[in-house]
């Protein structure tokens, strides 16, 4: 279905299309990156350049130039009638993406694959705008692109199987590690990763320790490369809370996914983590980061009540099917970077330990946020079984 010779066409050129865009004429496929602000279109054909040039440099690549030329801008929409498949990065609004997905019809061949990089919109969705729903799939890449190994792959409901077949060799063969996920919100990683977040900003609004405390103790004592408060911070609270406000609608407002009033007022005050100075943490210059307590126990109970609620997250995707267990396991350690895999956390802490942990959180609060997955209840499962 695809092969070397095969067009691809991005729409959007911003930061996650310039980057997809990079990864396949790397490969060695002719792009063509088609945006509808030519402005954004030339800041990303310079920084493709500079970017490719310096690798160049480093030694990472040999042949800029011809990658480059592989290389066509656009501003009509008609570039793309020769692609073989065309992947979207554009704006997060499924009206708009909709819109597009039907002209792309108008100028593609028959047979060419659309796909749509959305992080939380639903890939049947915008499948079912088009005449031939059944040439529709997500194709999910994590930021930046060239960098990051994990690629979702998500048929629609309408999907063709071939289809899902040829996205993930292709995916393969442009050196990504793809996983099948099913077409829910937030697909895997942006589901199972929730409660690094939510579980963090219930800790510090119950007082029970400080931002830097609960940074300190997912790094130093969790293992993590970066903790929850100075990742959000990096992600940008316009995004990462956004992500968990959509994934709690969209699952019919399920108490593991509430979003907090306190990540919500600091997207409200602009306080929107790096890129505005101020998030969690204040980036201004000579301000002194705030000073984690060290204390162990403190530290050691942080890290338990944060990990196991992602176990029961991962654990109930595996017992609903979302995804197999080892596309799990890929999608928190290629996606974002976790230490290990969360089943194979459980299986080191054992189902038990985590099952009597998420239950005394449970009989603490009477929250339905920490009802246990039935998989961890099942007495003595091992979830490398699954493996
Ligand atoms: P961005 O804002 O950097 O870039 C979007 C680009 O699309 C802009 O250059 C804009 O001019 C162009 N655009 C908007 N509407 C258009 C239209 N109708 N036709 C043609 N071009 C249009 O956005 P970013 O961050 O690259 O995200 C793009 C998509 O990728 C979104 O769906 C987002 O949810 C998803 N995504 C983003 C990730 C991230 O970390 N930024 C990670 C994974 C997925």
């Not at 292709?170 to 937030?186: L, Y």
Request: with cysteine; net charge neutral.
């Amino acid at each position: 279905m695809f092969d070397k010779n095969t067009i691809i066409g991005i729409v959007g050129s911003g930061a996650m299309g310039s980057g997809i865009a990079q990864v396949a004429a790397t490969t060695g496929h002719n792009v063509v990156l088609f945006d509808n602000n030519a402005t954004a279109l030339n800041k990303a054909k310079t920084s493709l350049a500079t970017t490719l040039k310096k690798l160049e440099e480093k030694g990472k690549l040999k042949n800029a130039d011809e990658i480059l030329q592989r290389f066509s801008f656009a501003t009509d929409i008609n570039a793309f009638a020769d692609c073989g498949l065309i992947i979207e990065a554009i704006v997060e609004n499924l009206d708009v993406k909709k819109a597009v997905f039907k002209q792309l019809e108008t100028v593609v061949k028959d047979d060419c694959v659309l796909a749509t990089n959305t992080s939380s919109l639903s890939v049947t969705s915008i499948a079912a705008a088009c005449t031939k729903p059944e040439r529709v799939i997500g194709l999910h890449f994590f930021n930046p692109p060239p960098l990051m190994a994990l690629v979702e792959v998500i048929p629609a409901v309408q999907t063709n199987d071939a289809i899902v077949a040829a996205s993930k060799t292709r995916m393969e063969q442009w050196s990504k590690v793809p996983i099948i996920v099913k077409d829910t919100p937030g697909f895997i990683v942006n589901r199972v990763a929730r409660p690094f977040y939510g579980e963090a900003i219930r800790i510090l609004e119950e007082g029970i320790a400080d931002i830097a405390t609960i940074d300190w103790a997912m790094t130093e004592l969790g293992g993590f490369r970066i903790g929850p408060f100075a990742l959000m911070d990096y992600i940008g609270h316009d995004v990462n809370y956004v992500v968990t406000e959509t994934v709690f609608q969209s699952f019919f407002y399920d108490p593991r996914y509430k979003p907090s009033f306190l990540q919500k007022r600091l997207l409200e005050a602009g306080w929107l983590g790096r890129k505005s100075g101020q998030g969690f943490y204040n980036y201004g210059e000579g301000i002194q980061t705030p000073v984690p307590v060290k204390d162990t126990v403190l530290g050691n109970k942080i890290v338990q009540r944060i990990v196991v609620m992602l176990i029961n997250e991962a654990a109930d995707a595996l017992h609903l099917g979302i995804a197999s267990a080892q596309d799990i396991e890929l999608a928190m350690t290629k996606g974002v970077n976790y230490p290990k895999g969360l089943l194979q956390w459980a299986d080191d802490w054992g189902a038990d330990k985590c099952l009597a942990i998420l239950d005394n959180l449970y009989k603490e609060y009477h929250d339905d946020r920490y009802r246990a997955s039935v998989l961890l209840r099942k007495n003595g499962i091992l979830l490398r079984k699954f493996l």
